[in-house]
């Protein structure tokens, strides 16, 4: 059974950068494509960013691109999310998930689709 603990959230300024990290236990990350998710208060829980167990195909929201990047280190059992330029609207708890996809090369973006999930660590951008 994957074990999942995201650490690296915390309040920060606008502007500003975190990195969030994904450490797994328990079974072999290579097999297991990882997503970042993020709720908000009074939201619902929307991907962020995906990363497929090959490191070959990434997913990223629309508002992420270009500011988010998802990279991960099997020999580490780690996925990083860097998030640079947050805004108060990146304001959420971010939740990492991992599940073993069809093909080592798919990246599923579908919270539904993911099995095993981290606590979450709060990010708070605010001046």
């Known amino acids: 059974q994957l074990q999942i603990v995201e650490s690296g959230g915390g309040l920060v300024q606008p502007g500003g950068s975190l990195r969030l990290s994904c450490v797994t236990s328990?079974?072999?990350?290579?097999?297991?494509?990882i997503g970042w998710f993020r709720q908000a208060p009074g939201k619902e829980r929307e991907a962020v960013s995906c990363?497929?167990?090959?490191?070959?195909?990434?997913y990223y929201a629309p508002s992420m691109k270009g500011r988010f990047t998802i990279s991960r280190d099997n020999a580490k059992s780690t996925v990083y999310l860097q998030m640079n330029s947050l805004t108060p609207e990146d304001t959420a708890v971010y939740y990492c998930?991992?599940?073993?996809?069809?093909?080592?090369?798919?990246?599923?973006?579908?919270?539904?689709?993911?099995?095993?999930w981290g606590q979450g660590t709060q990010v708070t951008v605010s001046s």
């Open positions: 328990g079974a072999t990350l290579d097999y297991y494509g």
């Open positions: 998930a991992a599940v073993i996809p069809p093909h080592p090369s798919v990246v599923l973006v579908t919270a539904g689709e993911y099995k095993h």
């Open positions: 990363i497929s167990p090959a490191d070959d195909n990434t």
